[in-house]
Nanobody
């Protein structure tokens, strides 16, 4: 079993900065893609940014230029640096990982989600 634990959420002022972290632990052989999603009240969950094992990144148009996703493969951790956040960035942010793991003698590949961390952008 694999667990994802997010940290770093909270209240941030517009124009400030915030860094989210998500650490994966458990029976992990390799983590393929990792990503951050978010869900604002009354809205569907949406993709914010993705990063491959090799470091290739992709961003939603709404956050391009303000957000940077990165990862440390040795620590099985993904980060989301948010600069100059806007009130529209207020949401619960979820970490995602595509994990190659082990279950007994079997190799598994499954998607895992974190529990979410609240980010509120307000003055």
């Amino acid at each position: 079993q694999v667990r994802l634990v997010e940290s770093g959420g909270g209240l941030v002022q517009p124009g400030g900065s915030l860094r989210l972290s998500c650490a994966a632990s458990g029976s992990i052989t390799l983590i393929y893609a990792m990503a951050w999603y978010r869900q604002a009240p009354g809205k569907q969950r949406e993709l914010v940014a993705t990063i491959t094992h090799g470091g290739n990144t992709n961003y939603a148009d709404s956050v391009k230029g303000r957000v940077t996703i990165s990862r440390d493969n040795a620590k099985n951790t993904v980060y989301l640096q948010m600069n100059a956040p806007k009130p529209d960035d207020t949401a619960v942010y979820y970490c995602y990982a595509d994990v190659l793991g082990r279950s007994g003698t079997y190799t598994t590949r499954e998607d895992y989600w974190g529990q979410g961390t609240q980010v509120t952008v307000s003055s």
